[in-house]
């Protein structure tokens, strides 16, 4: 498994909204273009508020410019390819998780890469 972790400039709610979607609309593109479709890939992006907000659903409502209700951002890349019966799947994820920094500060982005093999 492999983590890297940069620190970037603050980006508000709808900033952070519009990358993490874009990035999942064009993984889905590239794993399409692959021929890479169902259940062999997953992508799911996800948006965190404070503790008592728990998961945010911004499905229907883009967040609004010039807010930080967002505390954390994941996008969760996920493909799993059966090389052949008598091996097991081997299951790449990648993980881009956005962490928000305290008033003023940089976000922390962290990208982890993990490899598995499954019967």
Do not use: C
């Not at 992508?43 to 505390?71: D, M, V």
């Amino acid at each position: 498994m492999s983590n890297e972790i940069f620190r970037i400039r603050r980006l508000d709610d709808a900033a952070v909204h519009d990358i993490v979607m874009r990035a999942a609309e064009a993984a889905r593109a590239a794993a399409s273009a692959d021929g890479l479709s169902g259940e062999e890939v997953k992508i799911i992006p996800e948006f965190f508020g404070i503790s008592i907000l728990g998961a945010l659903n911004l499905e229907e409502t883009p967040p609004k410019a010039g807010r930080y209700t967002i505390k954390t951002a994941r996008l969760i890349l996920q493909t799993t390819i059966a090389v052949d019966r008598n091996r097991p799947n081997e299951t790449t994820t990648i993980r881009f998780v956005l962490s928000r920094g305290a008033e003023n500060e940089l976000d922390q982005l962290q990208i982890s890469r993990d490899i598995a093999e499954s019967w």
